[in-house]
């Protein structure tokens, strides 16, 4: 079974700075996709970003980027000119590129503070 | 175009009651799936429905709990003699199609407190 370990509970970051948040992941198959979500206070799951195994390229959107190693297993996303409505949990999730796979399966989150 | 909309927001129920959870996908979603959040911890997998079938329900509890998704209407999990340790937050998802690389859209969730 696949796993996804995030290994830092809690971050800080002053504002304007950058942050990288680390995940990795543990799994057989060699076609998947990865995702980054944000849960801010009010509970809502927001994608922030996606990748594609097959793809070399790292996935970016706007502030946000991923360094996707995937000869480690490892996906960080790397936050640049971290804002106040940054702060919240992010979540690292992994779903098998098999056919009919439709489950993600999450880390365990890190709590991201934005220091003014 | 509304999101996933789920209801209540919050629901408190007493040890041994039924809590009935909604979810209504996005329109043109026909499939969702149900996961459950604990306290400081990552969402977990539940099961996978598409209309008026169960695809996936590896993560359900072998009691008490069942999901359906009837051809009209809501979604419903459905959680019977809740107990303390039922209480979460149980978020729904839905997709347009099968395929892993459509996102999920996932609703605000519903807190259950069993007290």
């Known amino acids: 079974a696949q796993t996804v370990t995030q290994s830092q509970p809690e971050m800080s970051v002053q504002e304007a700075e950058t942050v990288t948040l680390s995940c990795t992941y543990d799994t057989s198959e060699s076609d998947y996709y990865l995702f980054w979500y944000k849960q801010p206070p009010s509970r809502q799951m927001i994608l922030v970003i996606r990748?594609?195994?097959?793809?070399?390229q790292n996935a970016t959107e706007n502030r946000f980027s991923v360094n996707f190693q995937k000869a480690a297993k490892s996906f960080s996303l790397k936050i640049s000119d971290s804002q106040l409505g940054d702060a919240a949990m992010y979540f690292c999730a992994y779903r098998s590129g098999a056919q009919g796979a439709q489950k993600l399966v999450f880390g365990q989150g890190t709590r991201l503070t934005i220091n003014p | 175009n509304a999101g996933v909309m789920q209801n209540p927001r919050h629901l408190v129920r007493r040890r041994g009651q039924e809590a009935r959870l909604r979810c209504s996908p996005m329109?043109?979603?026909?499939?969702v799936y149900w996961y459950r959040q604990l306290p400081e911890e990552g969402l977990k997998f539940m099961v996978y429905l598409q209309k008026e079938n169960i695809i996936d329900e590896s993560g359900m509890p072998k009691e008490r709990f069942s999901a359906e998704f009837p051809k009209e209407g809501p979604s419903i999990l459905r959680i019977q003699q809740v107990v303390r340790g039922d209480s979460a937050a149980y978020f729904c998802a839905s997709s347009p199609r099968q395929g892993s690389g459509s996102p999920l859209h996932f609703g605000n969730g519903t807190r259950l407190t069993v007290t």
């Open positions: 329109k043109g979603h026909s499939h």
């Open positions: 990748q594609e195994a097959y793809k070399q």
